[in-house]
């Protein structure tokens, strides 16, 4: 007679934590572990590239003004739009690796946040509208954002940077498991 999985190493104290995902614990059906999507690394170089043109300017001005009309010293001020750009440089890779997205069976989930984590859950049958948008600097990167409202106002479901073919797959899927769930769309 066998007591334990094929897995069981046999030691006492083993707990449901080791079991494979998609398992069934004792008191339910399996868990389901959501497949997590990331943002494309297009939407980190948008940030970046937009980070350094305007902190760009700032130290321009910064040292060159400064330089211009007072003492040459005064041109040191120019580090600090260049301290806040590399702080801002790693801000924006850590927050782009924060983002990602899952569909699951019933509902759309949003994580998102560094210090903050939020994770935004979206039922299907409780959406009204998906959007697509993009301006015109998302379109000369070649991104889109999804813009999911239901009716809670204080729903915040955007996922931003999408590769168009991507947001407009994820809308479509996003409407027809909405209309199949009832509800809103």
Known sequence: METGSP??????????????AGAAGPAGP???????????????HMRRLLLVVWLGLLTLA???LPA????PLWAALALLPLALLAWGWVMLGRNWRSWRYAERADDLL???GVLWREETVVPYGRMQLVE??????????GLASVQLHTAAAATDATIPGLDPAE???????????????????
């Open 110 to 112: 949003i994580s998102r």
């Open 167 to 185: 947001a407009e797959r994820l809308r479509d899927r996003l409407t027809e498991l909405g209309e199949a769930r009832s509800a809103g769309l």
């Open 30 to 44: 399996p868990r389901e572990e959501p497949v997590w999507t990331g943002l494309p690394p297009g939407l980190l």
């Open 68 to 71: 211009l009309f007072l003492d």
């Open 7 to 20: 897995g069981d190493t046999g030691k006492a104290g083993a707990t449901e934590a080791a079991a494979p």
């Open 62 to 64: 910064a040292g060159l």
């Open 132 to 141: 697509v948008t993009s301006g015109p600097v998302e379109r000369h990167f």
